[in-house]
């Protein structure tokens, strides 16, 4: 092997490029205010979404919110070149067995959780769920840790500071982008910003806890440019979003009355509570669809059965044993 470029371990690093400039808060501000019509379309579409979530009942709510953040972390794994299918995260979600590279499905276990609220977003060490450490290991290589990571949150806190006074949705594409210059996750990462990113969004709303975006998304999350370009398309990809998801939640409502009245010829009120079991989860087992109704086991498997002949409902594993029920919205 020829040694003549082999890099000297004793050279000092190459310099790096200052990119402390590539971001200036008053072009941001600048831009927010002229795309001022495009940006009040997109928090107008946000507060419909809220609005209509807000009128649900608890558990339908949070069966919406789950279907949102499930569709929502697919929608990112799939521009992060990671695709997963809704049915294996389903399946990881409920702690049963799925046949996909398992650092994907942790991403989107992740994402989910994040997305439905955990995490505060002005401590990053919390969101991102780091433990404190100075001696990072192998999963944490690729990022600062200990004080290097702290002095990283720190400078991405003082450099988003001065877009306060800007809309929620215009920080967010900034912190964005903030996010990368300032290295808080590995190299070419896109679901922990654009997680970090969306929770920001739903800043002021009453229940959604952040705005999806959906497929949109995968336009804008790694967008470049400048900043009158970037917000335009940014303020577009989420009023279309929030569109996109108030349609799906209208598909779920639909669902349900569709449901409803296909079942009241079937005595009892164990479809009902079926039904309303299926609103308020995106994905259910067997099991547990009869806990959440009350009924037997084989009862809840009975009426699954018969729901799915008149296809009602789907059944993602194609197992015999472990099987996982959802919504044929």
């Known amino acids: 092997m020829d040694d003549d470029f082999a890099p000297d371990p ?9 990119r402390r400039d590539l971001l200036d808060p008053a072009a941001w501000l600048r831009a927010e205010a002229d795309q001022a019509a495009a940006l009040a379309r997109a928090a107008m579409a946000l507060g419909r979404l809220d609005g209509a979530l807000a009128t649900l009942a608890e558990a339908p709510r949070a069966g ?38 398992p650092e994907v499905l942790r991403r989107g276990r992740w994402a989910v959780r994040r997305l439905q609220g955990r995490g505060g977003t002005e401590d990053l060490r919390d ?41 929620p949705i215009t920080r967010a594409g900034f912190g ?21 990113a969306a929770r920001i969004m739903a800043a002021g709303c009453r229940v959604l806890q952040f705005a999806p975006l959906g497929h949109q998304g995968r336009a804008v999350w790694g967008l470049g440019g400048a900043p009158l370009e970037r917000l335009g398309r940014w303020y ?19 669902w349900q009355a569709r449901a409803h009245a296909a079942t009241a010829r079937i005595k009892g009120d164990n479809p009902a509570r079926i039904i309303a079991a299926l ?51």
């Open 10 to 18: 004793l050279a000092m690093p190459l310099p790096r490029a200052d």
């Open 64 to 101: 919406a919110l789950a279907r949102l953040a499930m569709e929502e972390s697919g929608a990112m794994l799939w521009a992060a070149g990671t695709p997963l299918a809704p049915g294996d995260l389903g399946r990881e979600l409920l702690d049963a067995p799925a046949r996909v590279d």
């Open 127 to 167: 969101f991102l769920g780091l433990q404190r450490v100075e001696a990072p290991g192998a999963a944490d290589m690729m990022r600062p840790t200990g004080l290097a990571f702290d002095a990283a949150a720190d400078e991405f806190a003082a450099r988003l500071a001065p877009l306060r006074a800007a809309s």
């Open 176 to 196: 964005l982008a903030l996010w990368r210059l300032c290295d808080l996750s590995p190299a070419g990462e896109l679901v922990e910003p654009a997680c970090w």
């Open 236 to 254: 577009a990809a989420v009023g279309q979003g929030a569109d996109a998801a108030q349609q799906e939640l209208q598909r779920l409502l639909a």
């Open 279 to 329: 609103t308020a989860r995106p994905m259910m087992s067997t099991a547990m669809v009869a806990a959440a109704a009350e009924i037997s086991r084989d009862t809840a498997e009975r009426l699954l059965a018969r729901m799915d002949g008149i296809g009602l409902i789907r059944e993602f594993t194609g197992a015999k044993r472990f099987r996982l029920w959802a919504a044929r919205l």
